[in-house]
Nanobody
């Protein structure tokens, strides 16, 4: 089973940008649909964006449309989440997820998860 490690989180002021990385081991990301989720304190985990094995992408949740972009670098076995124009409401733990089935891009039922990276946006 693929292991996922997120990095790139931190504390930034509103309006700044961050790029999260998700490095995979024990598997090749090109063989997995990959996704990003987030969970804010006291809230349920929320889908952010996903990318299929072929590179097709789902529409991210409305609250991040036009600001967040998911991408993958198969050569580096890494998936990224570029986050621009960050807002305080983007504060959350961000999780990377993987699954060998492309259907999860729509069902969002991923089977492998990372431990998460904290993103805090100050107002």
């Amino acid at each position: 089973q693929v292991q996922l490690v997120e990095s790139g989180g931190g504390l930034v002021p509103a309006g700044d940008s961050l790029r999260l990385s998700c490095a995979a081991s024990g598997g090749t990301v090109s063989r997995y649909a990959m996704g990003w989720f987030r969970q804010a304190p006291g809230k349920e985990r929320e889908f952010v964006a996903a990318i299929s094995r072929s590179g097709g992408r789902t529409s991210p949740t409305d609250s991040v449309k036009g600001r967040f972009t998911i991408s993958r670098d198969n050569a580096k076995n890494t998936v990224y989440l570029q986050m621009n124009s960050l807002k305080p409401e983007d504060t959350a733990v961000y999780y990377c997820a993987a699954d060998p089935r492309d259907i999860v891009v729509f069902t969002r039922e991923f089977s492998s998860w990372g431990q998460g990276t904290q993103v805090t946006v100050s107002s």
